[in-house]
């Protein structure tokens, strides 16, 4: 089954304009993300001390990132003490090859996977089909994402720009080319949509001998890797199989199992507005006889450690996936997730994936360059973050690199040196405006046609012009 | 008791009203308004898109021109939030004047919520982001409007949510931040509301420049010029 990519594509501001264009997307994901805000002001409305919580979550994902080394070699040893093997890839084509080794050893075709954004981050699916290995998506959103042969456009509900009319269109249309064919009375009725899914992936589940899964949190002193979901899926997949491969970000990690008290408060209750997920699996190296009798753990690096070298931008990695920033964000509800270009869409998207794309040591892409822009600064995010990363913080503070690395066109850096050097003077300001009063004092509002800056003002809007006679020249004459 | 008056470029440049009102209603409330005038802008367009060494002599130069002013108080939400917020930031060793958004200053520094003021109109408020989220002004504005005698106040569908407008935002990101605003104008006209006001002119440009491309006659208005009408 081949998989698209986010490589290549436009920056924001071209991707955000075709996706305004569609008029069923918004409409879908106006109503989804509408709903969960709503559903998740009253889940975290039921927790007096939910502030004492954030600051704690915050505080321990600042201890981990400061101990990050330690708290590594610790996982490292735990896990391997209990009969894991502990890989380190340091990129995308490290931990795709280490998959791919594991997989090709156990001389196994397909895996069935669990939802993981870490494996979407390094286009493992892709990989492996390169290999020539099939990859079996087992959370729903995802396995309707991967048969509409589309990408994922939210952290958690990957499929939220689709109704259920397009979904079982989907399931009609691409079920059978997978595996078993999807009913053909197949209606959109929610539970005769999980109905299809749940026996299309069942022969999947008790065939597969390999597994591949993320982890939402590894344990650093004990080597317990946890995985919070929804549907079962995940459970099926960490059981069944002889082999579990999990690929897991090297900040995901908490010090001590009392930790995981707190964030298994902050976690559901921010990405599903539930008071406790459905399924937590939560396993320790190798049980003989019980579960997968071989599991590794691939510790990635793909631009993390370059993320905690800046004291402003490494807050990011306190990140816990929780997706209540995309929920809240006026923008990604307009233009859904698949406009950021990454795996990881919304606010914290456009504040981590330019990290990881490496913009703390090097000049970026273009398309990287555009997502710390793709922000009104409305602060939405930064209310809603379960761990108090201060998004519009990292994004004005990212901004300020790309400025630096020469991204953006000359008329704007001449536009900002020109209001930087009228600013500087208040005789200079006091002149613009009476130029600009004397210009243009007269109209009632300004309507003007023009390329860039002035079409992408004036397309839509009317501006006010400036006035005749500024405050401060109103205010000389009133005094003297 | 003496304020400094920070009336921002914007205002200064585009909406002198603003600043005329401000003055009015401070005066009426018994206090003396100084307009310093070596003053210019806070550095906020700068800071938000990335021109960080630009941001740098101005926010020195605001320092310098509201040193000693026990108060500053200015008709923007927005610039107020960039001077107590950032210029630290931007700065570490400048002095930062404490600076009061209007509303601000009337509710917890005069202790007014009555200002005198008649407004025979029915009022829709946006509430502005750096309002709710930076300053976290709350409710004083919606306190200060319903307390002008003949005043209407009718409150929109998503009140919390922003207009699209984030200065560069509106033209770099032109597409997504005229959606957003046209959204905000649906919900504004939905509630018949005469007129719209806010506690940023910024937001009242973009939102203004939509109402106004509609034909639409729904007025756009500052609150403090809400706040200085009387009979």
Known sequence: ?480 | MRVGLFITCFNDTLFPGVGKATVAVLERLGVEVDFPAAQTCCGQMHFNSGYRAACVPLVRHFADVFAGYEAVVTPSASCAAMVRHHHGTVDPDVTVPPVYELTEFLVDVLGVIDVGAYFPHTVALHRTCHSLRLLRIGDRPDRLLSAVDGLELVELRAPAECCGFGGTFSVKNCDTSVAMGNDKVEDVLGTGAEVLASADTSCLMHLGGLLSRRGSPVRTMHLAEILAATR
Request: charge should be neutral.
């Open chain 1, 1 to 480: 089954m081949s998989t698209p990519t986010f490589l290549g594509m436009p920056p924001f501001p071209s991707t955000a304009r075709e996706a305004l264009k569609d008029g069923q997307l918004r409409a879908n994901l106006g109503r989804a993300t509408a709903t969960i805000r709503d559903k998740r002001l009253r889940a975290i409305g039921e927790l007096p001390d939910w502030e004492a919580l954030r600051e704690t979550g915050a505080a321990i994902k600042d201890d981990v990132l400061a101990r990050l080394p330690e708290l590594l070699l610790q996982l490292e040893a735990n896990v391997t003490r209990a009969g894991g093997t502990v890989h380190w890839a340091r990129d995308a084509a490290d931990a795709n090859r280490i998959v791919a080794d594991i997989v090709k050893r156990h001389e196994a075709t397909e895996v069935v996977k669990v939802k993981s954004m870490a494996t979407q981050e390094i286009e493992l699916n892709a990989a492996l089909e390169d290999e020539g290995i099939d990859v079996w998506e087992t959370d729903l959103a995802e396995l309707i994402v991967q048969l509409g042969h589309d990408l994922p456009s939210h952290i958690l509900v990957p499929a939220i720009h689709r109704n259920r009319t397009e979904i079982r269109d989907i399931f009609l249309r691409e079920m059978a080319a997978a595996g078993r064919p999807a009913p053909v009375d197949l209606t959109d009725e929610p539970a005769a949509l999980a109905e299809a899914a749940r026996l299309h992936l069942r022969e999947k589940f008790l065939r597969a001998r390999v597994a591949v899964s993320g982890g939402n949190f590894a344990v650093a002193d004990t080597g317990t890797i946890v995985v919070l979901e929804s549907e079962g899926n995940g459970r099926m997949c960490l059981t069944l199989p002889e082999v579990l491969v999990t690929v897991l970000g090297i900040e995901k990690l908490v010090p001590t199992w009392a930790d995981l008290e707190v964030f298994l408060q902050l976690l559901p209750r921010s990405s599903t507005a539930e008071r406790m997920n459905p399924y937590t699996s939560m396993w320790t190296g190798v049980t003989p006889g019980d579960g997968p009798q071989e599991f590794h753990l691939v510790l990635l690096d793909n631009g993390r450690t370059g993320t905690l070298a800046d004291p402003v931008g490494r807050q990011a990695l306190r990140c816990i996936r929780c997706s209540a920033c995309l929920n809240v964000c006026p923008v990604y509800a307009r233009t859904g997730g698949r406009a950021y270009g990454s795996a990881y869409p919304g606010p914290i998207g456009a504040i981590l994936t330019p990290q990881l794309r490496g913009i703390n040591q090097h000049r970026v892409d273009e398309q990287t360059a555009s997502l710390p822009f793709a922000s009104s600064l409305c602060g939405a995010c930064f209310d809603a973050c379960p761990v108090r990363i201060d998004i519009p913080e990292v994004l004005v503070h990212l901004r300020a690199k790309v400025v630096e690395q020469q991204h953006g066109h000359l008329g704007e850096r001449a536009l900002m040196a020109a209001a930087g050097a009228t600013f500087a003077r208040p005789g200079r300001l006091a002149a613009a405006e009476r130029f600009g009063g004397a210009l243009l004092g007269g109209a009632r509002r300004l309507r003007l046609r023009g390329p860039g800056w002035v079409h992408a003002w004036f397309g839509a809007r009317d501006l006010t012009p400036p006035a005749r006679e500024s405050f401060r020249t109103w205010w000389r004459k009133r005094v003297h």
